[in-house]
């Protein structure tokens, strides 16, 4: 399995991105008013891009680190 590292900074990378974004929303509408709708989709969608990057990378390390086991596995 991943080490709990590797695990914990892709935990932090995706709760800051959250972070980051709910507070872009935020400021947006104090900002812009009823102008920053758009803003806040692209904001909305960039986020959501940033989460499935993040899934992405967990789901490669962990088949990578599988695999890297049962290989293991088979030579020993």
Known sequence: M?????RDGLRRMAIASQAVGFVAIIA???WL???AR???GVTLALMLVAAGWL???RRYRRNRERRRRDAAREEG
Not at 2 to 6: L, P
């Open 2 to 6: 991943a080490t709990t590292g590797q």
């Open 28 to 30: 947006l509408e104090t």
């Open 33 to 35: 008013g009823d102008a």
């Open 38 to 40: 758009p803003w806040q």
């Open 55 to 57: 899934a992405l990378v």
